[in-house]
């Protein structure tokens, strides 16, 4: 990644996403939303959102921005357009946050928020798809890790056009057929290229280039990872398409979301044993922290199938669906997160601070900016929670669930200390380490030497 253009705003968009966390995993421990609230409430739709937009859709924003030009080589199509984006999207999930507040009787006024936060989280997103797709565009043919992003783009757009149907239908009077059939019985459809499509498929396609990169193992172009991407895509299109096919016929979606659901274990069996190949393949002997944590975060997304593929079988499925996806949302995608948070701003930061004067003097190493240390116990508390958290879900244990959030929310908290003192170089207590041309970095803002 040397010479790669560090993009201005991405520190921006991880200090946004984890506040919003920190506030997810706070209100869990207070007991708002589920599991003390029904899963369609208006606390648990807030809940769902702060999480799915708040925390996790700001972080694969940010680590897209910077990691897609990575991916082809090619500079971010505009660098300007990120910040405006960014509040977009805050300003559009403080409107949503708030219209839930407004069904749950929270608050009371004479309009509602859901037109506002529609229009403002669409302008977010759409300035985000324009940019990432303009970047892809310029590129022919498009590497393997590509593919995947580009993927979750267009699950993206799915996901937004409908979650902004079920929005607009709450706050306005809609009166054409077609989007009050999708109002009231898409929301599986949404989950599915939501979380499935747009942050899975993004997770897994960062993750394909990060984890060869990070731990030294060769770039996986063969048969098996093009089946990931071909199985994974015909699943979303099956589910999805499928599945608005047989809204317009008034048949179930049971069809559509069986068939995906079983391409969807397919290919993410054979993404198991790609990330298997790459922990075997690499030449960094020594597992680093984030490539270790990482491992307990796809052991979560294997319980997580097979927790789905139990759940079935013993006709759970609908009864159990918050757990599983608890799991997934927490155990896989946040644990994902943030292990590789661990290393993305400690990588980043070395290549603002000590990349205009690599090769002129002597540097630290990208290792020396962290202290794994003090954060493997804090990461292995925040598993450890997730894991009884899902544990209390399926045995509706409301308490011990809390309890465990709080835990998760204390571990959220020690880690991103770490993360922080990894920004501003705390963990650099050599003054030779600060030589002529080296710049403390700012905690919010990539400023390269050039600018």
């Not at 599991?35 to 739709?45: F, G, M, V, W, Y």
């Not at 999708?182 to 599986?188: G, N």
């Not at 139990?310 to 997160?337: C, K, P």
Request: hydrophobic content about 60%.
């Amino acid at each position: 990644m040397l010479g790669t253009t560090l993009s201005r705003w991405t520190m921006s968009y991880f200090a946004a996403a984890l506040c919003f966390l920190i506030g997810a995993e706070a209100l869990m421990a207070a007991g708002y939303g589920f599991p003390s609230a029904p899963l369609r409430a208006p606390e648990t739709l807030l809940l769902v959102h702060l999480v799915a937009i708040g925390w996790l859709s700001l972080l694969v924003c940010g680590a897209l921005l910077q990691f897609v030009p990575v991916i082809v080589a090619r500079p971010l199509h505009n660098d300007t357009l990120p910040l405006p984006a960014l509040l977009f999207l805050i300003a559009g999930l403080a409107g949503l946050l708030g219209g839930f507040l407004q069904l749950a009787g929270t608050f009371t006024a004479n309009f509602s928020l859901f037109p506002f936060a529609t229009a403002a989280l669409a302008t977010g997103f759409g300035l985000i798809l324009y940019n990432l797709g303009r970047t892809l565009a310029a590129v022919r043919p498009l590497p393997l890790a590509a593919r995947f992003v580009g993927v979750a783009l267009i699950s993206l757009v799915a996901t937004v056009a409908l979650g902004g149907t079920f929005a607009l239908s709450l706050g306005l009077t809609i009166s054409n057929p077609l989007a009050l059939k999708i109002a009231s019985s898409a929301l599986p459809l949404h989950v599915v290229a939501g979380v499935g499509g747009w942050l899975t498929f993004a997770a897994m396609g960062v993750s394909y280039r990060l984890l060869a990169m990070f731990m030294l193992a060769p770039e996986l172009e063969g048969g098996r990872p093009h089946m990931v991407l071909w199985l994974g895509t015909i699943a979303l299109a099956v589910t999805i398409l499928g599945g608005l096919a047989l809204l317009i016929a008034d048949a179930s979606l049971s069809p559509a979301l069986l068939a995906g659901g079983i391409l969807s274990l397919a290919a993410l069996g054979l993404y198991g044993a790609d990330v298997l190949y790459l922990y075997r393949a690499r030449t960094r002997r020594i597992i680093e922290l984030n490539s270790e944590m990482t491992a307990f975060a796809l052991v979560s997304f294997a319980a997580a199938a097979i927790l789905a593929l139990a759940l079935a079988g013993l006709q759970r499925f609908s009864g159990q669906i918050g757990a599983l996806t608890f799991l997934v949302l927490f155990g896989w995608l946040t644990g994902l997160g943030l292990a590789k948070l661990y290393k993305i701003i400690a990588f980043l930061t070395w290549l603002e601070c000590y990349g205009p004067v690599l090769g002129k003097t002597s540097t630290p190493r990208v290792q020396d900016l962290v202290a794994e240390g003090r954060a493997r116990g804090w990461f292995f508390l925040y598993y450890a929670a997730t894991w009884v958290a899902t544990a209390a879900l399926l045995a509706s244990f409301v308490l011990l669930f809390r309890l465990a959030a709080a835990a998760m929310m204390l571990a959220t908290v020690a880690i991103i200390i770490q993360l922080i003192r990894t920004r501003l170089l705390l963990n650099i207590h050599d003054l030779a380490a600060f030589p002529a041309g080296v710049h403390r970095p700012h905690l919010l803002v990539c400023v390269p030497e050039s600018s």
